[in-house]
């Protein structure tokens, strides 16, 4: 038997039930709670100096850690079962056989399992899980890495925003370094695996209680392997910086300040995984005209006092070019606000606001004579009416 598989063994010969004080039928709930319990009254932060409940701390967690997870408890299930049958035996060319008579043969029944039987595979690969890997393959297989997210700012005009464009966007992102690709090491050289995290690519660490997490590792970075020599152009990061040139398309009725998500233009991945995402912070510039509040626009319409006293029928002008005509009811009030319907944003729905047109009453700064005889007569017709009344009433 291999030093990886009598390490297994030795765990197939713990009883994890036993450790959290279950029966091996106890349910999840029973498990977590009684793993709560002891845990809380084992932790090294409760119990400093008490080497023994440290060590019950450490195999309460390693027995939780399996028989806590429905998966892993399964397997572990079978290969307990495995260690009491004596499935174990060593037999030649690295597979293994019952230790009775039986005729059991340990590799067939892992093969039927999709493990790989004898020589590198069997046993160690179905229940490697179970261990995070210690002393398990000697190069572990790296996991592939979504690429990081990339944000950028693209300032357009207010007419797109409403509209919709597609701008060109200059982006400078991380990315694998290219003459190690992404490893780290100096090229030529050989990896090995990483020696504080046995290759799993992260660490445990406690955040109090009876609680822990994991953790990237801090000397792998999570990537698992790691080289004696650094690659010189990253100094062992593993990282580099691409710069390209992307389209993306802004959709219509987009307000200043909003994110757009554009899938798969981020960093480039790690070891085949997917790129990540770029996120465009838009900013939209001024209009010489219109204004904009939510999904409407909003334009100020100069009026005559005598269209404003008199009404009137007025022309006011759209974003998309067209005029609309506006019907200004007599004696309308100065800051009054007419809604024109569909003359706004698009909405998401593919319905759009409306255009609120705000009337500004003009106040002439000259007048020539016959205009000023016009305003004095009106003067004189209305002198008998109290304006400002109101503002002296108690």
């Known amino acids: 038997m291999s030093?990886?598989?009598?390490?297994?063994?030795?765990?197939?010969?713990?009883?994890?039930?036993?450790?959290?004080?279950?029966?091996?039928d106890a349910t999840a709930d029973e498990i977590k709670k009684a793993y709560r319990k002891l845990a809380r009254a084992n932790h090294p932060d409760s119990n400093p100096g008490d080497t023994a409940k440290h060590d019950t701390f450490?195999?309460?967690?390693?027995?939780?850690?399996?028989?806590?997870d429905a998966e892993k408890r399964g397997k572990y299930d079978q290969m307990r079962d495995l260690y009491r049958s004596g499935g174990f035996g060593q037999r030649g060319g690295g597979g293994y056989a019952d230790a009775g008579a039986t005729g059991f043969d340990l590799n067939d029944f892992l093969r039927d399992r999709g493990g790989t039987g004898g020589g590198g595979g069997g046993f160690g690969?179905?229940?490697?899980?179970?261990?995070?890997?210690?002393?398990?393959r000697s190069r572990p297989q790296t996991r592939p890495r979504k690429g990081a997210d990339v944000e950028t700012t693209a300032t357009i005009g207010f007419t797109d925003a409403i509209e919709g464009v597609t701008v060109s966007l200059?982006?400078?992102?991380?990315?694998?370094?290219?003459?190690?690709?992404g490893t780290g090491g100096k090229p030529g050289t050989r990896p090995h695996v990483c020696p504080e995290c046995e290759g799993a690519g992260f660490v445990v660490s406690s955040v109090g209680g009876?609680?822990?997490?994991?953790?990237?590792?801090?000397?792998?970075?999570?990537?698992?392997?790691?080289?004696?020599?650094?690659?010189?152009?990253?100094?062992?990061?593993?990282?580099?910086v691409s710069a390209r040139t992307i389209q993306a398309r802004i959709p219509a009725g987009v307000k200043s300040g909003q994110r757009i998500r554009v899938k798969g233009k981020g960093a480039v991945g790690e070891h085949g995984g997917p790129p990540g995402d770029l996120f465009v912070v838009v900013k939209v510039g001024a209009h010489r005209i219109f204004g904009r509040k939510d999904d409407n626009l909003t334009v100020d319409v100069p009026v005559s006092f005598a269209e404003a006293a008199l009404g009137a029928e007025i022309t006011v002008p759209t974003l998309s070019g067209s005029a609309v005509t506006l019907k200004i009811p007599?004696?309308?009030?100065?800051?009054?606000?007419?809604?024109?319907?569909?003359?706004?944003?698009?909405?998401?729905?593919?319905?759009?606001?409306?255009l609120l047109a705000t009337v500004q009453v003009q106040v002439p700064a000259k007048l020539d004579p016959a205009a000023r005889e016009a305003?004095?007569?009106?003067?004189?017709?209305?002198?008998?009416?109290?304006?400002r009344a109101n503002l002296f009433e108690s």
């Open 3 to 24: 030093a990886t598989d009598g390490m297994r063994a030795d765990w197939a010969g713990k009883d994890f039930y036993a450790v959290l004080g279950v029966s091996k």
């Open 170 to 181: 200059r982006l400078t992102s991380d990315a694998p370094c290219p003459d190690c690709n």
């Open 210 to 240: 009876a609680f822990s997490m994991n953790e990237t590792c801090p000397v792998c970075g999570g990537r698992q392997l790691v080289y004696d020599e650094a690659c010189p152009t990253c100094h062992g990061t593993g990282r580099g």
């Open 330 to 354: 007599a004696g309308t009030p100065n800051g009054r606000t007419f809604r024109v319907r569909g003359k706004g944003a698009p909405r998401k729905d593919g319905t759009k606001g409306d």
């Open 375 to 387: 305003v004095e007569a009106y003067r004189a017709a209305t002198a008998g009416i109290p304006l």
């Open 125 to 136: 690969d179905m229940f490697g899980d179970l261990f995070g890997n210690r002393g398990g």
């Open 58 to 68: 450490k195999a309460v967690a390693e027995a939780y850690d399996v028989v806590g």
